[in-house]
């Protein structure tokens, strides 16, 4: 069951449906692939993989305009004084693009129309409990699935507004399992933060649209539901006020606050509500579902289900329906283990954690838990004094290795009762001095059907748990480990948790699975990094076996040493090294200037591009038939893929101006153009119709834009207007300035993914890992070098960086390899390569004039370069430094 060798590591990859993992070994691919999927998935990744790269065919302006915005446009985001580059998981992208396809192009109307994509051959109208369109989307724990859920609500809700005859929705009733889940929605939603604060809504103007004018929603959350419009609602509710059960409702002075805490097991018969939804019903005509944490709601007896049925039938009156439901989940399965038949979507845990999505769980080894026994005792902490102290220690390390990161790393511990969750609270903060005062307990019972007596809590201690509960990421929280009956099973999912023990057994009869026991640890603490982060996963012998049932799943749980004596089961961490006794800090700093750019970019000389005297190799206009004219299939120059596809028979005269937009608009982002498209559109129209043929050629043939959508066109436009920009807007201002220095001695702690490294001994780093080998082996190289006082790898922590002219004539940043101090008085930057492209001399000589610049701009420390290449390094060996200079001092071409 292991991953195809093809299946790539970036979790940003387009993901072909060939390469995706399937529950068996790679020979059954071709026979059992499909068999071993949920039922719709494999025809849908199918479809969905083809329709996306025809260009979302048959989808309307509105679905294509969203689809491109979120997923092919680059998203430039600022954090603290950086920026980043903001992309969404292609989980993230496939699970919406799913929806819409099933909804646009597959026209799904019912679970008649679902059963069309069945694989097994085994599904029937009865597996369907509901009448109208209900989708789930099959996503690990950690793989975003509340962002979808904030894009599937801006599709639905634009769709209803832009498009004529649409029936979807722009009314919203979200739904959580519990209070926890609740509060973590309230996070994303309140205000409408997620919305903004993400790239969800496009920027006003864009493709003819007020996108973020015309977004008008109103947030009622839980009891506080005034409805005030007929449309833009938004109502987020946690599952036990949508219906109230026969039952008495939990409160704060009751002797079981498990109920009031976590929210009552969801059974009941009636469709009574806190929140009267016939009320909602009377007073919105439209209304779509959308359904966090939907792994409970497979039962048509639950008072859920009714409701929401109960709904749907009153919209029926009104001659209406409910428009959609979507549910999110981990794992969207019924008691039975089988899994929900509206699953549409599927990313499972294992390419979760091939991808680095989340965090690679790791269990003791076998020497390891030889170590490990139960004391017979009557205690319940004697018992399992050996798993506690294992589960500690795991957790020391790992907290002395995030705390250097300014991270808290959090301690887990389930227990069987409540009285067992009380005595392991009290004997952790009695035997180990560090959680004095740190422990959270939270009383839940085992499996939501036995309730077991817990001590009476009045509600303002509970809203301070679930507070304390929701903020133990914070490092102002103080408690660094949470002890509970069982686990929150879902909601509480802390990005903190490095260590889970589990001190009770596990019966087949319980439907909690274990990726859900997982699931509270494989958050990421460090988004965006490539580091591997890991949970360790300890606890009895029944526990493990419980654990590695994973393996279902195509998780194989790696086993490593544990205990006293091994390593932090931590992201490898670079540092200053601070506790090093043998290094003088001091010493081995070294000072590097920041320049200010040399290089700017004029937006304002657009206007002064002359089409007509462009330099080029004109592009033959063809004369294509009829059936070729039919349809226009547009890639993107830089990377051949198929942007969209136009069908003939549907458009307009003047549809050659989406056409030059679609050129103008690409142009603008690859140079990162912040103005002046409507110059730059009206010089490409021109370029169009009169030079780029050779004749002058009429826009509004269909001929002509069958032969705009040629790759020949498309990249001679695409090259002529890249190098036309470049050449009026690059300017290299002829002088830069000192503005700020680095002191490698202040850059905080980071982290990295485990790899070969050199533990230096002339580097404030504790250690230098390298790209190539070739790097690798000339840190080895300088920390032997009797004429070096030190050196660094310039991580990208570091960040010199040195703006340069490439060789397309565009501004980018340059990372030189290595900062070497030679002597107070002198610098070297060093930059090593083993293969060369088109930009290296281009580097070198700006390289070059960045020395010269700081040279000119202070004189007390003279600054210099060297170019080493693999080859010569290999051939030469030189035995110090000086020698590199000599040798090496300047790049030859």
């Not at 393996?551 to 749980?557: A, M, T, Y």
Request: net charge negative; proline share 3%.
């Amino acid at each position: 069951m292991a991953i195809h060798k093809d299946f790539p590591s970036s979790p940003f990859e387009v993901l072909d449906p060939r390469t995706r993992w399937f529950p068996a070994d790679e020979a059954l691919r071709e026979s059992s692939y499909e068999k071993l999927l949920p039922p719709l998935v494999h025809k849908l990744r199918e479809l969905v993989f083809a329709w996306r790269a025809g260009g979302y065919a048959g989808a309307s302006d509105t679905s294509k305009a969203l689809l491109r915005w979120w997923f092919e446009r680059r998203h430039v985001m600022h954090r603290g004084d950086g920026e980043f580059e903001f992309q969404y998981y292609f989980a993230q992208r496939e699970a919406v693009e799913t929806v819409v396809y099933l909804y646009e192009a597959a026209k799904v109307r019912d679970k008649y129309d679902m059963i069309r994509y069945d694989s097994s051959g085994a599904v029937s109208s009865g597996m369907f409990d509901e009448e109208w369109r209900r989708f789930v989307l099959k996503m690990a724990t950690g793989s975003g699935k509340t962002k979808v859920l904030g894009l599937v609500l801006a599709w639905c809700y634009f769709h209803r507004l832009y498009e004529e005859g649409s029936d979807l929705a722009r009314n919203f009733l979200v739904i959580a399992p519990n209070i926890i889940v609740l509060d973590r929605l309230r996070v994303d939603f309140d205000g409408l933060k997620m919305f903004y604060h993400d790239p969800v809504l496009p920027d006003n103007g864009y493709e003819g649209r007020d996108w973020r004018d015309d977004f008008q929603l109103k947030l009622h959350i839980q009891d506080e539901v005034r409805i005030t419009q007929p449309v833009g609602n938004i109502f987020l509710t946690n599952i036990h006020r949508v219906y109230e059960s026969d039952e008495v409702m939990a409160s704060a002075d009751d002797e079981n606050t498990m109920e009031y805490f976590l929210g009552r097991r969801w059974t009941g018969a009636t469709t009574d509500s806190k929140v009267d939804l016939g009320e909602i019903v009377r007073n919105v005509d439209e209304l779509v579902v959308l359904n966090d944490e939907a792994h409970h709601i497979h039962n048509p007896k639950l008072a859920w289900f009714k409701s929401i049925l109960d709904i749907h039938n009153r919209l029926k009156q009104k001659e209406r329906f409910l428009s959609l439901q979507v549910d999110v989940t981990a794992t969207p399965r019924h008691d039975s283990g089988a899994i929900f038949v509206q699953t549409v979507a599927d990313y499972p845990l294992v390419e979760a954690i091939w991808q680095n999505v989340v965090k690679h769980p790791v269990i003791p080894d076998a020497a390891s838990r030889g170590k490990l026994s139960e004391t017979q005792s009557l205690k319940y902490v004697e018992r399992y004094a050996d798993y506690i102290h294992l589960g500690v220690e795991e957790w020391r390390k790992a907290y002395k290795e995030h705390e250097k990161l300014g991270k808290k790393a959090v301690l887990f511990v389930m227990t069987d009762v409540t009285d067992s969750c009380d005595e392991v609270a009290e004997y952790l903060e009695r035997m180990y001095p560090e959680l004095q005062g740190a422990v959270l307990t939270i009383h839940t019972n085992k499996s939501g059907d036995v309730s077991e007596a817990a001590s009476g809590k009045s509600k303002d201690e509970l809203d301070f748990l679930r507070e304390q509960a929701n903020k133990i990421d914070s490092p102002e929280s103080p408690h660094k480990a949470i002890v509970s009956v069982l686990m929150l099973k879902e909601g509480w999912d802390v990005r903190s948790v490095t260590t889970i023990v589990g001190l009770r057994a596990y019966s087949s009869r319980s439907n909690i699975l274990p990726e859900q026991t997982l699931g509270r640890g494989l958050r990421r603490m460090y988004l965006g990094a490539e580091a591997d982060e890991k949970v360790s996963v300890v606890g009895t012998p029944a526990f493990l076996e419980f654990v590695e049932s994973i393996k279902s799943e195509g998780v194989e749980l790696e086993q490593v040493s544990m205990g006293g004596g091994t390593g932090a089961k931590a992201p490898m961490i670079i540092e200053v090294d601070q506790e090093n006794e043998e290094k003088d800090i001091e010493a081995l700093d070294v000072e590097v200037p920041v320049m200010t750019a040399r290089t700017v970019r004029e937006y304002k000389r657009l206007d002064e591009i002359d089409v007509k005297r462009l330099k080029f190799n004109r592009v033959s206009y063809r004369q294509f038939s009829e059936e070729e004219q039919r349809e226009i299939v547009f890639k993107d120059i830089t990377t051949e893929e198929i942007s969209h596809t136009t069908v003939l028979d549907s458009i307009q005269v003047d549809d050659y101006r989406s056409v030059i937009g679609f050129l103008a608009q690409g142009l603008m982002r690859e140079l990162r153009l912040v103005s002046g498209y409507d110059i730059l559109y009206g010089k490409v129209k021109q370029f169009v119709e009169e030079e780029l043929f050779g004749e002058r050629v009429e826009l509004e043939s269909r001929n002509t834009l069958r032969n705009l959508s040629e790759m020949a066109a498309a990249k001679t436009i695409h090259d002529v207007f890249r190098k036309a920009i470049n050449e009026l807007t690059v300017a290299d201002k002829g002088s830069a300035e000192i503005r700020d220095y680095i002191k490698l001695r202040n850059v905080r702690p980071f982290t990295v993914k485990e790899q070969g490294y050199v533990a230096p001994k002339k580097s404030v780093f504790n250690r230098i890992v390298g790209d190539s080998h070739l790097e690798l082996e000339f840190a080895a190289f300088l920390d032997g070098c009797e004429d070096v006082v030190s050196y660094a790898k310039n991580y990208f922590a570091v960040n010199l960086r040195i703006d340069y002219v490439n060789a397309d004539g565009g501004i980018s940043n340059y990372y030189p390899d290595f900062i070497v101090k030679a002597s107070e008085a002198e610098v070297y930057i060093v930059e090593t390569k083993g293969l060369e492209d088109l930009d290296v001399p281009l580097k070198m000589e700006r390289l070059r004039q960045w020395c010269a610049d700081v040279n000119a701009a202070q004189k007390d420390v003279q600054y210099d370069y060297v170019f080493v290449d693999e080859e010569s390094f290999a051939k030469y060996r030189p035995k110090s430094f000086r020698g590199v200079v000599e040798a090496f001092r300047e790049y030859k071409d």
